[in-house]
């Protein structure tokens, strides 16, 4: 009786470290970034519209195949990058909630995206 007493401490401790090893393997697997490529050519997002998934960190690669600078740059997203012309660049996104995003090249307004989030 003295040795199931005894046990009870011992598996109720790695019962909990078990879950919590779960739960942060869980946790650390949803914020992985997902990178999404997009390219300005012509004074245009390629493409236009990207989707991510909800509730995920997101890593947008942006490649400037253009011959003058842009700034990449969202009030919802709260990002804003510039990257010189014919380079590339990274922009991180935190994790969002399902919705619209759009996103444009502060240098030349007409020049217009979104980000859908599912």
Do not use: W
Not at 28 to 39: C, F, V
Not at 69 to 87: D, N
């Amino acid at each position: 009786m003295k040795r199931l007493a005894m046990l009870s401490p011992i598996l109720i401790i790695v019962s909990l470290l078990g879950t919590i090893l779960l739960c942060s393997s869980e946790n650390l697997r949803a914020q992985e970034r997902a990178a999404i490529a997009i390219a300005v050519k012509n004074k245009r997002f390629e493409p236009a519209e990207i989707r991510g998934s909800a509730n995920r960190p997101l890593s947008i690669q942006v490649k400037n195949l253009d011959d003058a600078p842009i700034e990449f740059e969202s009030v919802s997203l709260r990002v804003e990058k510039v990257i010189a012309a014919g380079t590339a660049g990274v922009v991180n996104v935190r994790a969002l909630a399902p919705g619209r995003y759009e996103f444009f090249d502060d240098f030349h307004p007409q020049t217009r995206g979104v980000l859908i989030v599912q």
